[in-house]
């Protein structure tokens, strides 16, 4: 099985993540990728894939597919264990729309930052650290006294855990305002799995001479 990624990618390293969390032996391809150009020249096998001309891409044998959550489906349909969707069915409802509000509802803002860190007080930038800082209440709130946001472990706190890493990154980090937040993520840094896909990437943004977030800096060395 070969799994496309960047070394950069959020959407890759989640893929990666539960690859390994599942003990499924991958190949993981790093397309090119550079600061500046980012993911150009795309790679052949990502064009005959993906029409969105996006990692991550999968390829198992015949089989090929693209979107990280399309991915999460298939390991978990070929690998039931360890399961990484709640067996309850409205607990696998939440923990789904959790995995897709991370994505699709916090990761937006985090994106628009991109640019911005220069800028921090631009309206744009503080728009987007107050709707980051207003996803972590929910998530706080959401998390209660449970070790992961759905109960046990899960793709929604992979998919979470990759996200809130660019957060930290870019001027929107949690703190300890959100204390519930910050004792999950260590539990997910103390992962074997996360540390190894999160700690390659701070590497790599060490290399590029880029600065780290303390827990990354941590799971980097
Ligand atoms: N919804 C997709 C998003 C994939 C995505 O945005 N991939 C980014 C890298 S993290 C990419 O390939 N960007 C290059 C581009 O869009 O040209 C997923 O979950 O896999």
Do not use: C
Not at 135 to 157: C, K, N, T, V
Request: neutral net charge; aromatic residues 10%; without cysteine.
């Amino acid at each position: 099985m070969k799994l496309y990624s960047g070394p950069l990618s959020m959407f890759g390293a989640k893929a990666e993540i539960a690859a390994h969390e599942k003990g499924i032996p991958v190949e993981v391809v790093m397309v090119p990728f550079e600061m500046t150009t980012l993911y150009q020249p795309k790679h052949p096998e990502v064009l005959r894939v993906n029409p969105k001309r996006q990692v991550p891409v999968l390829v198992d044998g015949d089989l090929a597919i693209f979107d990280s959550t399309q991915i999460f489906e298939y390991l978990e349909t070929i690998r039931p264990a360890p399961a990484l969707w709640p067996a309850e069915p409205k607990q696998k409802a939440r923990a789904r729309l959790l995995e897709l509000k991370s994505d699709e509802v916090y990761f937006p803002h985090i994106i628009r930052l991109m640019g911005l860190q220069a800028t921090p007080e631009e309206p744009a930038a503080v728009e987007a650290r107050r709707a980051a800082t207003a996803y972590y209440d929910e998530m706080e709130r959401i998390l209660g006294d449970q070790p992961y946001l759905a109960g046990d472990f899960s793709y929604a706190d992979i998919a979470f855990y990759m996200a809130q890493l660019f957060g930290a990154r870019l001027t929107a980090p949690m703190t300890e305002a959100h204390p519930r937040l910050m004792a999950w993520r260590d539990r997910m840094s103390a992962r074997p799995a996360v540390a190894r896909v999160a700690g390659a990437m701070g590497r790599y943004l060490l290399g590029q001479g880029r600065p780290l977030p303390p827990f990354l800096a941590t799971l980097a060395q």
